[in-house]
Structure formats: C-alpha cells, structure tokens
C-alpha cells in the first residue's frame, strides 16, 4: 500500500478564454474537496421486510480553498463573472489527489464554478474558495 501527503495533490480547471483546457492552480490551494454519490430510489413494496433501493444518477461537486493571488483572483473572477454567458459551457478540469507522478490516479470531466469568495482578515493571508459543480461522466486513469 502506497500513502502519500496530501501536499502532493494537484488541480488544474479551465479558464473563461480556453474552458476546455485545464490551468494548473495547484500553487495557491491548501484543500481540495472531491465527494460523489449516487441518487437512490426505494423500490420497497408491501411484503418485503426490508427496503430495496435502485441506482441512479451519479452527482459530484469539486470544493477548493487557497490563499489569494492576483494570478488566481482573475481566474477565478472572471469565471464567476461571466458564468451566464458560459452557462452552456463546461469547464475542463484534471484532479490528481497524489500528485502527478506517473501511475497514480487521475479524474478528469467538465464542471460549472457555482460559487466563488474571497475572504481577508487582519490576522491571515488573504484567501478564497470556490465550488464546481460536475456535469456528466467523471473518468478515472493514472498518470
């Protein structure tokens, strides 16, 4: 079993000029979200003595935090500043949750940013947080 620090992780997402191809932004983060899951409905009828449940849709999200940066701030403002004009445009993104070394697992698909905000305070850096929301298939390969 290979372990590995969460500081290895990187991501890279399209931008509001190029949406298809992915800009590493992996330098300005501290954490990185990933969940997925599946939609159930219950197909429990009278007579069963427990519930039965058929699979669904798949759903995922993409959270991520960092410290702010012009470089970043633009990025990511003008995504969210022109998210109705790329309503029907997807952004590319690449996720590697060990790094970018050849063989370890990377997940690739299209999301939407739906929510971007910068946060300063008189004791720390500046920061942001952004959330994407995925549409269709994510894929999983290696490096």
């Known amino acids: 079993m290979s372990f590995s620090h969460g500081k290895a992780a990187s991501f890279s997402v399209g931008t509001a000029a190029v949406p298809a191809t992915p800009t590493d932004i992996t330098t300005y983060l501290t954490s990185i979200s990933f969940p997925r ?83 300063t305070d008189i004791g720390d850096a500046a920061s942001f947080s952004a959330e994407f929301q995925i549409t269709g298939d994510v894929t999983r390969t290696t490096y």
């Open 37 to 119: 899951s599946v939609d159930t409905a219950e197909a429990s009828t009278f007579g069963d003595t427990s519930k039965s449940y058929l699979v669904g849709l798949s759903d995922g999200t993409i959270s991520i935090e960092g410290k702010l940066d012009p470089t970043v701030e633009h990025h990511l403002a003008d995504l969210a500043a022109q998210a109705h004009s790329l309503a029907g445009v997807a952004l590319n993104f690449e996720y590697g949750p060990q790094g970018t070394t050849a063989g370890l697992p990377k997940y690739t698909g299209t999301c939407h940013l739906t929510s971007f905000e910068e946060s």
